[in-house]
């Protein structure tokens, strides 16, 4: 279970306060956009009993992820969220298109984060704050875990606004991933502006 561990590490080694989790949603989806969350939580034992649950968001249900969403807003030191559209995916790249949609939630954050706990093995050099990138994160750190529900609400309610646009591929359902479902709805009815054409399964027949 996620908890504050690596956060007082960091704490006690720099004497930082501000320590921001952040994490992505979406990176490997066919469709929609990718969504960064960046989270500053308290370092007190307080906060880990009142995010009692928050742990990776994959781990937890749809339910449980939007009541926790609304817990960690109202509970955070500071949040903030950023996302980069299929059409800037499709121009520069889904990684360079992350790190931007991490810079933009980072760049909300207020107070400023005086460190960075990121998810997985990216690093954001466009940013002059101390960071450390952590591999499933999202299961260790109570403020990467935090992020990664606020990224991944945030892209299903999108995902979900989509749907009623493009009705014909099923976005709310699967959220854009290349589900058997997707997949054909795209072989029978092409991709839409809100596909990720530079991907393979778009960029090249799916069967």
Known sequence: MANLALETAVSQQHHFTLIAGIDEAGRGALAGPVVAAAVILPLNDQIETLLDGVNDSKQLTAKRRESLFDLICQHALAYGIGQEAASVIDEIGILPANRLAMGTAVAQLNPAPQFLL??????????????????????????????????????????????????????????????????????????????????????????
């Open 118 to 207: 990121i998810d997985g093995r990216i690093r954001l050099p466009q940013l002059n704050i101390p960071q450390k990138s952590i591999v499933r994160g999202d299961s260790k750190s109570l403020s990467i875990a935090a992020a990664s529900i606020l990224a991944k609400v945030t892209r299903d309610r999108l995902m979900c606004e989509l749907d009623g646009q493009f009705p014909h591929y099923g976005f709310a359902q699967h959220k854009g991933y290349g589900t058997e479902l997707h997949r054909a709805a795209i072989t029978q009815h092409g991709p839409c502006p809100q596909h990720r054409h530079s991907f393979a399964p778009i960029r090249r027949p799916l069967f």
